[in-house]
């Protein structure tokens, strides 16, 4: 009876061992998923925020470009900012080639360009530019919209990424 009650001892010990040992190889198993995870949506965000940084470049290098081309850059002021703001987003028309609206807006705050022949560079510049960040804001929009069904996609990723990605660190507006 001995014999037997100690062989059940020893069976219930290895069945406790293991399950420990189940226990701790799916807790690393679990644990090297979660950081995987975490190092993907890190480097999602990265590659977002590099993508976000160059388009606001790009916006940049685009309103001196205007100065530039136009010769405009003795009438750089926040009106003239606004003028290239607008004229980015489209605000004068969906075809900039079409521009009459853009130029009145640049005649009517600036009525001694008339002379120039800053208007026949006003229409391609700003044409270009749009384009150029046209460009960039879609891929911005094509890389947020992976990244987010990369987030959600799975049964485990959704709830280890859940209140922490996306995290503040991601500079997307």
Known sequence: MKQKFSNVRGFAHFVLLVVVAGLVVGGLALYGYASSVRNTALAWETDLNKVIRVEVSE???YEMTFYEQTGLANLKSDKMDAIIRNAIEGRYGDNPNQGTALLQAVAEAYPDTKGLEVYDKILP????????????QNLRIEKAQAYNYWRKEGILRPMILSGIYPSRDLMFK
């Open 59 to 61: 916006r940049a290098t």
């Open 125 to 136: 510049t700003v044409a270009a530019g749009r384009e150029a960040i046209r460009n960039k």
